[in-house]
């Protein structure tokens, strides 16, 4: 079974810093990783995706995220935070074949707020 | 390419009424999952389907169901409704059943079960 851990169920952080939102992830075989972002009432849009390509993905928005899967983890990062990056993030992870198909799993949400 | 759309954006419905929800997605996507978020829960996959068959079922009660159509289109029927239920129902589209599962999604329809 599959299954996804965010630490930090809220992050704060002040506009041109770091932001790191963490994933863990726990799954039976290879594992394909997504973030998405949820902005207030709208659906989810797709940040980057780990399909075992190279480690180090880079998404949308000056995103990027590192599989490390000796610590079973897909954290998201972007090295300036911007105000518009204010939202819901979601890390999620899907598998291959058999009854995985069309499912995604995912964590709880980090809700990432940007102060001035 | 227009997105996945999902009909009606909001709904209302009191406890004991049945509700249905469509979703278009992306023209020559042929796989649609269903997922509800609630701030409880977060996430939760409903089920998918793929070429008018439900591949593959989220831990729900028989209440929910849904249907594929022939031009991929695809509603999602809630009967009995329960205060529960009140949730953000959001619809994924993906080309095929293919690798990596990458889904895009729709805004949502939010229920309301009063």
């Known amino acids: 079974a599959q299954s996804v851990t965010q630490l930090g169920s809220h992050v704060s952080v002040s506009e041109g810093a770091l932001v790191l939102l963490r994933c863990n992830y726990s799954?039976?075989?290879?594992?394909?990783l997504f973030w998405y972002v949820q902005y207030p009432n709208q659906g989810l849009q797709l940040l980057l995706k780990?399909?075992?390509?190279?480690?180090l993905v880079k998404g949308i928005n000056g995103f990027e995220a590192e599989f490390k899967k000796s610590e079973t983890s897909f954290h998201l990062t972007k090295p300036s935070a911007h105000m518009s990056d204010a939202a819901e993030y979601f890390c999620a992870v899907s598998e291959s074949g058999g009854t995985s198909y069309g499912k995604l799993t995912f964590g709880q949400g980090t809700i990432l707020t940007v102060h001035p | 390419k227009a997105g996945v759309t999902q009909t009606p954006r909001y709904l209302i419905k009191t406890r004991g009424q049945q509700v249905t929800l469509s979703c278009s997605p992306i023209s020559g996507h042929r796989s649609v999952s269903w997922y509800q978020q609630t701030p409880g829960q977060g996430l939760q996959f409903l089920f998918e389907?793929?070429?008018?068959?439900?591949?593959n079922k989220g831990n729900f009660p028989g209440r929910f169901s849904g249907r594929q159509f022939s031009n991929s289109r695809s509603e999602m029927n809630v009967s009995t409704l329960e205060l529960g239920d009140s949730a953000l129902y959001l619809c994924?589209?993906?080309?095929?059943?293919?690798?990596?599962?990458?889904?895009?999604f729709g805004p949502g329809t939010r229920l309301t079960v009063l």
């Open positions: 780990y399909t075992s390509a190279a480690t």
């Open positions: 799954s039976s075989v290879p594992p394909y």
């Open positions: 994924a589209s993906s080309r095929d059943r293919g690798t990596y599962n990458e889904q895009f």
């Open positions: 389907y793929f070429s008018e068959t439900q591949r």
